[in-house]
């Protein structure tokens, strides 16, 4: 799942103070799971654009911003969108690019992308993977500490951390401290022997 986080509304307007007839594409995939872009999200946007001022030509929420395979595509599910000389992708950065590439029209987007994450027992977990492109999270047991180390530690941890708990972020775990015990249940606290070189740790 892509983490997002909601642009504050006054920055969504300044982005669009010189734009008008708007059309609000939604995600009812990992946006609307974050309640950042699911149908009470959009409706909600619309309003506030109308309220201050903007012409809302129409909505629509794909199945998922990131799939949208065509123009034509937006136009069957809401042929408003014909009407628009804007569109507002609340959305992931990848949504906003796939309605960009398929959409003559200056697009903009309501949200910034921030992880990968995922939901684990009803809960969104953010910054699982840093989607770094060389993805080693088997020696790490599963748990990506690019991903989850706010000091991208591949070599244990930094020795800072208390009571298991991460030294820059005292809230949550420390991720080796996740790490040591998950390989110690799954028996492969060998995987630890590996050092990382200066070029894996800055790839």
Known sequence: MIISSAKPFEEILELLKDEDDIFVVGCNACAAKQHLGGEPEVIEMCERLEEAGKHVVGWVIPSAACSVVSFD???EKNPAIKDAKTVLVMACGSGVSIV???ADLPVYPSNNTESLGGRSQGEVVPELCAMCGDCTVYYFGGICPKGQCPKQLLNGPCGGAIDGKCEVDPEKDC???????KLERTGRLDLLEKVWTVEELTE
């Open 73 to 75: 595509s937006l136009i």
């Open 175 to 181: 991720v080796w401290e996740l790490i040591y015990c």
């Open 100 to 102: 960009s590439s398929v």
